[in-house]
């Protein structure tokens, strides 16, 4: 079983900054693709930031200049910087990857991680 665990999130004012990890752990052959998504209430979920193996970056258009991807390879873990955080950065945030076992490619996401800004 491959297991994501989250921490980082809480509330902060605006303006201000987080820093959500995740560690992966199990028997995993291969991390290709680590992410995070959020979801706010009464919206569907997306994507904020990924990051390949090779360390190439994507993000979204509303995080870009403010939010930071970043991965351990050896330690298995994903962090999000968040900086400048706005009211509508508000969401439970997700971590995910993309993985190989087997041979086979699979994916899994954390449990969430509340992040709360207020204005």
């Known amino acids: 079983q491959v297991h994501l665990v989250e921490s980082g999130g809480g509330l902060v004012q605006a303006g201000g900054s987080l820093t959500l990890s995740c560690t992966v752990s199990?028997?995993?052959?291969?991390?290709?693709?680590m992410g995070w998504n959020r979801q706010a209430p009464g919206k569907q979920r997306e994507l904020v930031a990924a990051?390949?193996?090779?360390?190439?970056?994507n993000y979204a258009d509303s995080v870009k200049g403010r939010f930071t991807i970043s991965r351990d390879n050896a330690k298995s873990t994903v962090s999000l910087q968040m900086s400048s955080l706005k009211a509508e950065d508000t969401a439970v945030y997700y971590c995910?990857?993309?993985?190989?076992?087997?041979?086979?490619?699979?994916?899994?996401w954390g449990q969430g991680t509340q992040v709360t800004v207020s204005s």
């Open positions: 199990g028997r995993i052959s291969v991390i290709n693709v």
């Open positions: 995910n990857v993309d993985f190989i076992v087997g041979g086979k490619r699979y994916d899994s």
């Open positions: 990051i390949t193996g090779g360390g190439s970056t």
